[in-house]
T-cell receptor
């Protein structure tokens, strides 16, 4: 059983640029959620994808968007980067069946915006 | 707005001590509460609690949920330096949204 993987590990971008982060879900999981974790804070829910559609969204602007592919992997895209977007971006996968299930996290992508 | 509050925010203990970490919540349509341990990057899953009063246990760690008083505790007995980490509490308020607290930074000194 393979765990959740994310790429890249680290990324440095300039304000105004666009970035794409990638996530491969754990085998057997069909749902992917994305979180932003600023230093000293808990992860903040960005959105969740199930069956290739956005299934719920936190308080993030539309410049944060995503995709889920038929193999359940996912991308997070952020346009017009701002300095405050600097954070650890975590992807978590889970099985959506009956009720909520535990989410398993990847190692994250550390994004620095200068 | 859903809210999860953890206390204390940080804690320093000596090896062998027992610690209790607290998590209180205010969410609409509560479904379950989860505890995670975060050492460097990826939070690792510890427990998921759905029913009140039923203790979940894994080695030296245990947790219990009180849905009437809206809180949960995570106990760690006979702490070891390897227990040093941030412990995160999170609540499912629906099938899709997991709301996290800020975490408790636990430092276990030898």
């Amino acid at each position: 059983e393979t765990g959740v993987t994310q790429s890249p590990t680290h990324l440095i971008k300039t304000r105004g640029q666009q970035v794409t982060l990638r996530c491969s879900s754990q085998s057997g999981h069909n749902t992917v959620s994305w979180y932003q974790q600023a230093l000293g804070q808990g992860p903040q829910f960005i959105f969740q994808y199930y069956r290739e559609e956005e299934n719920g969204r936190g308080n993030f602007p539309p410049r944060f968007s995503g995709l889920q592919f038929p193999n359940y992997s996912s991308e997070l895209n952020v346009n017009a980067l701002e300095l405050d977007d600097s954070a650890l971006y975590l992807c978590a996968s889970s099985w959506w069946g009956q009720g909520a299930s535990e989410q398993y996290f990847g190692p994250g992508t550390r994004l620095t915006v200068t | 707005e859903d809210k999860v509050v953890q206390s204390p925010l940080s804690l320093v203990v000596h090896e062998g001590d027992t610690v209790t970490l607290n998590c209180s919540y205010e969410v609409t349509n509560f479904r379950s509460l989860l505890w995670y341990k975060q050492e460097k990057k990826a939070p690792t899953f510890l427990f998921m609690l759905t029913s009140s009063g039923i203790e979940k246990k894994s080695g030296r760690l245990s947790s219990i949920l009180d849905k009437k008083e809206l809180f949960s505790i995570l106990n760690i007995t006979a702490t070891q330096t390897g227990d040093s980490a941030i412990y995160l509490c999170a609540v499912y308020s629906s099938n899709y949204k997991l709301t996290f607290g800020k975490g408790t930074l636990l430092t276990v000194n030898p």
